[in-house]
C-alpha cells in the first residue's frame, strides 16, 4: 500500500523552462512533507519542506505548492538548471512523528536537456 | 566536515555470511536511521535510535539486528544474508526527531547477496 505515490517515473524538460514534479498521498494524517534530491552514487539531500498549514514555500528556485484538499503536492523548479538533473523523492510525515515515520515515494528521475 | 560516511561502499556475499554496515556522523546527532531502497520502491526504514544506547524497529526489521554504542556510530548487522536483501542501503541522522527535519544521509552501500 503506496501511502505516498510519485506517478512519473521520469520527467525531461528544456533547460531554462519549469519543471513540476508531482505527488500525491492517501494518508490523511499527513502533516509534514519534504521532498528530497539524489544524484547518482550519493544519498539523498535536502531541498525543501512544507508544512499542512501552508499552501505553498518557495526557496529561490524551488517552490512547493500543497493542495490539502486533493492530498496533492508539487514541487516547481525555475528555471531548470543542468545541475538539476537528478532523482527527487517526495516524503511525508503524520502529526506527532518525526522520520522515524516518513514515508517516501518512488522517486521522480528528472533530466534536463541543455 | 564529513557530515555521515558509510563504510563499505560496495559489498557482494554469499548467502549465508554475515556482515556488518557501519555509519558515523561527525554532526553530534541524537538520532540515526537505516534505510533500504530497491528498484519501483522508495526508501523504507528498516531500524532507528533515538540516542546512544538505544534502538527501535523501523518498517522492515526482519534479517537485520543495530547497535549504537557511542553516539556517533550506528552499527547494522546482517547475521546470515539472503538474496532478499541485496538491496542500496542508506545512513541517516538528524539532530531531532520532529516532523520536517531535515536528515543528512551518507553515500550509501551497494550490497548484492549471491
Known amino acids: 500500500d503506496q501511502q505516498v505515490k510519485q506517478n512519473s517515473p521520469s520527467l525531461s524538460v528544456q533547460e531554462g523552462r519549469i519543471s513540476i514534479l508531482n505527488c500525491d498521498y492517501t494518508?490523511?494524517?499527513?502533516?509534514?512533507f519534504l521532498w528530497y534530491k539524489k544524484y547518482p552514487a550519493e544519498g539523498p539531500t535536502f531541498l525543501i519542506s512544507?508544512?499542512?498549514?501552508?499552501d505553498k514555500n518557495e526557496d529561490g528556485r524551488f517552490t512547493v505548492f500543497l493542495n490539502k484538499s486533493a492530498k496533492h503536492l508539487s514541487l516547481h523548479i525555475v528555471p531548470s538548471q543542468p545541475g538539476d538533473s537528478a532523482v527527487y523523492f517526495c516524503a511525508a510525515s503524520a502529526r506527532n512523528f518525526g522520520n522515524e515515520k516518513l514515508t517516501f515515494g518512488t522517486g521522480t528521475r528528472l533530466t534536463i536537456i541543455p | 566536515n564529513a557530515g555521515v560516511t558509510q563504510t563499505p561502499k560496495f559489498r557482494v556475499l554469499k548467502t549465508g555470511q554475515s556482515m556488518t554496515l557501519l555509519c558515523a556522523q561527525d554532526?553530534?546527532?541524537?538520532?540515526m536511521y537505516w534505510y533500504r531502497q530497491d528498484p519501483g520502491m522508495g526508501l523504507r526504514l528498516i531500524h532507528y535510535s533515538v540516542g546512544e544506547g538505544t534502538t527501535a524497529k523501523g518498517e522492515v526489521p526482519d534479517g537485520y539486528n543495530v547497535s549504537r554504542l557511542k553516539k556517533q556510530n550506528f552499527l547494522l548487522g546482517l547475521e546470515s544474508a539472503a538474496p532478499s536483501q541485496t538491496s542500496v542501503y542508506f545512513c541517516?541522522?538528524?539532530?531531532?526527531?520532529?516532523?520536517?527535519?531535515?536528515?543528512?544521509f551518507g553515500q550509501g552501500t551497494r550490497l548484492t547477496v549471491v
Open positions: 541517516a541522522s538528524s539532530y531531532s526527531r520532529g516532523p520536517g527535519t531535515e536528515a543528512f
Open positions: 494518508n490523511s494524517m499527513f502533516d509534514y
Open positions: 554532526m553530534n546527532h541524537e538520532y
Open positions: 512544507i508544512s499542512s498549514i501552508k
